[in-house]
Nanobody, 123 residues
Framework: QVHLVESGGGLVQAGGSLRLSCAASGSIYTMNAMGWYRQAPGKKRELVAVLSDGRYANYADSVKGRFTISRADAKNTVYLQMNGLQPEDTAVYYC?????????????????WGQGTQVTVSS
């Protein structure tokens, strides 16, 4: 089982910055993708940014140019640097990871979610 722990959320004024971190632990054989989703009150969970194979980044149009996703492979940790935050960025942010757990001889695909971290942007 792969466990994700997020940190870095909080309250910030419009135009400010926050950096989210997500550390994965457990029996990880390969990590194919790590990313961030968010869910605002009354809305569906949406993709914010995802990093595939450690190098291919995709962003939601609403955050392009403001948010940057990066990963520390050796630590199975993914970061989300959020600059120019706006009130519409207010949401619970969830870390997501996909890959294979186990060993070379015995692997199993996994998809794990973190518990979520609140980001609130005041106007």
């Amino acid at each position: 089982q792969v466990h994700l722990v997020e940190s870095g959320g909080g309250l910030v004024q419009a135009g400010g910055s926050l950096r989210l971190s997500c550390a994965a632990s457990g029996s990880i054989y390969t990590m194919n993708a790590m990313g961030w989703y968010r869910q605002a009150p009354g809305k569906k969970r949406e993709l914010v940014a995802v990093l595939s194979d450690g190098r291919y980044a995709n962003y939601a149009d609403s955050v392009k140019g403001r948010f940057t996703i990066s990963r520390a492979d050796a630590k199975n940790t993914v970061y989300l640097q959020m600059n120019g935050l706006q009130p519409e960025d207010t949401a619970v942010y969830y870390c997501n990871a996909k890959g294979a757990s186990g060993t070379y001889r015995d692997q199993e695909n996994f998809e794990s979610w973190g518990q979520g971290t609140q980001v609130t942007v005041s106007s």
